[in-house]
């Protein structure tokens, strides 16, 4: 029997909140670093009446202008959430939860049994200027076939039930202009009459089931990211998630003790929406990855594999690792060992499933972990709140979580047993659009801690790009790379000039509009592909084109890119027949690092008054180049068109 420490309808893989926990809270205000306590205090296993006191606690720093500056080191949300049935314990939970997902959550929730009324009249509705929508679906909005055993009927049923899903969900999206997140429908197994009603056409499990099957087709499609509430009840319990008594007593479309898990699991899923999900895996070593000490016992003496409980139980972790891996999640270590010893089991243990080439970064030494996962972040260019780190050492664990509490630091038990199940119900590493550039992006970050040790071989930084090879690659939006547009215009803070947020739907209005032109830039180098690393938006503007929106990944920066990109965009405003380029910036906390960015680039500052704009009103500091002062080649690298069968370094005519 699961014993109540891994009860599923807990926050399990979370440790418990430390005995000041409430004493911690109420002087956050007085903290140097509100923002950092605020993370660490989030990472416990907190319950509500705790949540909605964190909750107080950020209200209260947003009333401060220090406050908010601290509070801007998440990723700020406005969430309406509409449903009919009571979701106040929901979203009372939401913002102390998502704050260990590095999102400053406000909540807009919408009126009690209103979710289609409130989504066909928005005008009218409370949910108003949200970043994202969420739509809780229940049973009681749909009916099944009243016909038990009458296929047609059931498939009448259903095909009603998707065409007011669809309806729904167009108006939303046309109404709110944000995603929309759509759940799925949770079987209460009360209305499960017959074991076999899963293959009875006109019983609720079948309609259920196959409604779920229709919400799955929509956000494949685009229509909808999917939160899968279904599959939540299902890994909690069905029995305690639909608990009779919240239901009949509160309206409450799952146990209410619940709260707490459920705002996480939505939370992961916004987190991934909005680039805020881990990703990289930081392992330990011994008694981690395998059970004894590889110092000690050597490659012979530690147990890992078939044919032992314990053995198979680190298989099962670093099988999820691999599985991990396999969607795009970097992977490191982080031990206390000599390099060599640390080594030998990924080289010559034949039981093991990771090796060495699964790993983009090795850190063993006798150094403290704190530094090391500080020094692996770095090597892959990558912040500290993209990582999740396992160790089994309860020390280790406290001392991180201390340290570095970006960094997410899950509760492992001694039975190793549970280490798989830890990590996988935390949904660190979510993402509700996972596309097939996310699947290489493990070798792209692994290729980035190559390009790092090659440039600490080589020195000189000419010589270093020459030795890149890279090849730009330029095209338009096209339906093939616009989950990965929409995705790097989300995610992207620090290099993002005007921090405008496109969808899937705008990037497609872009496509089709006559006066804008969308490009997207993919970087290739002698380490592989990076993928799509830059995202520009020209309007043009009678005698200028406006850059309306630019985006690069931060992990091609100092390599030339924004010079060869800016050279494209000359380009393009020459080819619309314009003579000056005017690019704007639009200050926030977060990017800075592109504060001088047009001025390095050669532009010269401009007042508003001295630019006439025919369909925008910019808000931010304006500043103009001319076309054919900006038409100059990139110097270490290639320019590619889509449509060209050759490399294009030439000047712009």
């Known amino acids: 029997m699961i014993s109540q420490r891994f009860d599923p309808s807990t926050l399990f893989w979370l440790s418990e909140p430390d005995a000041g926990f409430s004493d911690e809270l109420s002087s956050l205000s007085l903290s140097a670093s509100p923002a950092r306590e605020l993370r660490r205090l989030s990472s416990f296993r907190l319950n509500s009446s705790q949540l909605r006191r964190l909750k107080s606690a950020v209200g209260d720093l947003r009333r401060t202008e220090f406050g908010l500056a601290q509070l801007s080191q998440f990723r700020s949300l406005s969430v309406g959430v509409l449903g009919n049935r009571t979701l106040d314990f929901l979203t009372d939970c ?85 995603p929309i997140v759509l759940s799925t429908i949770v079987y209460d197994p009360d209305d499960d009459l017959n074991a076999s009603d899963i293959i009875v056409d006109g019983s609720t499990r079948r309609f259920i089931n196959d409604v779920n099957m229709q919400i799955i087709d929509l956000a494949k499609s685009g229509e909808a990211v999917v939160w899968d509430l279904d599959h939540l009840a299902a890994s909690i319990g069905r029995r305690q998630w639909c608990d009779p008594v919240s239901r009949h007593s509160t309206k409450s479309p799952f146990a209410i003790r619940l ?102 970064v090795f850190q063993a030494n006798w150094s403290d972990k704190a530094s090391n996962i500080v020094s692996i972040a770095k090597t892959l260019d990558l912040g500290l709140d993209a990582f999740v780190f396992v160790d089994d050492n309860p020390a280790e664990r406290a001392r991180v979580r201390r340290e570095l509490p970006e960094v997410a630091v899950p509760e492992l038990p001694d039975d190793p047993a549970w280490y798989t199940a830890c990590l996988s119900a935390a949904h660190y590493f979510e993402n509700p659009r996972l596309n097939a550039e996310d699947l290489d992006r493990a070798k792209s970050y692994q290729d980035n801690a190559r390009r790092a040790e090659m440039l600490s071989q080589i020195g000189n930084y000419d010589d270093y790009l020459r030795s890149l090879e890279m090849t730009l690659t330029v095209s338009r939006f096209d339906e093939l790379g616009k989950v990965r547009i929409t995705q790097l215009i989300s995610k992207s803070n620090q290099f993002n000039l005007t921090t405008r947020r496109y969808q899937l739907d705008d990037v497609d209005d872009i496509s089709r509009d006559p006066a804008s032109i969308g490009l997207q830039f993919r970087l290739t180098d002698a380490f592989g592909d990076n993928g799509i690393i830059s995202v520009v938006v020209l309007r043009r503007n009678r005698t200028f084109a406006y850059i309306d929106l630019w985006v690069m990944s931060c992990r091609v920066l100092k390599r030339g890119v924004e010079a060869a990109v800016l050279h494209e965009i000359a380009k393009c405003a020459r080819e619309a027949g314009v003579r000056d380029i005017i690019g704007e910036y639009i200050p926030t906390p977060r990017n800075g690092l592109v504060r001088d960015h047009y001025e390095k680039l050669g532009f010269d500052r401009l007042e508003p008054s001295d630019a006439v704009f025919d369909r925008y009103t910019p808000v931010g500091e304006l500043w103009r180049a001319s076309v054919d002062k900006l038409c100059i080649p990139p110097v270490h690298m290639k320019v590619v068109c889509s449509h060209d069968s050759a490399a294009r370094p030439a000047p712009c005519s």
């Open 259 to 360: 709260a707490p898990v459920v705002a996480d699991h939505l939370c992961a899923t916004l987190a991934g929406l909005f680039g805020k999900a881990r990703r990289g895996l930081i392992l330990d070593l011994d008694n981690t990855l395998w059970s004894g000490v590889i110092g000690d016992d050597g490659i012979g003496g530690i147990v890992i594999g078939q044919g032992d409980a314990v053995g198979e139980a680190h298989l099962a972790l670093q099988r999820h690792a691999l599985e991990l891996r396999r969607r795009g999640i970097v992977l490191a270590v982080c031990s206390k060992n000599d390099d060599a010893i640390a080594r030998e089991p990924f080289r010559a243990h034949p039981e093991m499933l990771l090796r060495e080439d699964h790993i983009a």
């Open 94 to 178: 939401l913002s102390g939860s998502g704050l260990r997902h590095g999102l400053s959550i406000d909540v807009q929730l919408g009126e009690y049994g209103s979710l289609f009324q409130n989504v066909f009249d928005a005008q009218g509705g409370v949910v108003q200027g949200t970043d994202a929508v969420v739509l809780i679906l229940d049973a009681g909005a749909f009916a099944a076939a009243s016909e038990l055993m009458n296929q047609s009927a059931h498939e009448k049923a259903v095909l009603a039930a998707r065409n007011l899903i669809e309806r729904t969900l167009h108006s939303a999206r046309e109404s709110f202009k944000c």
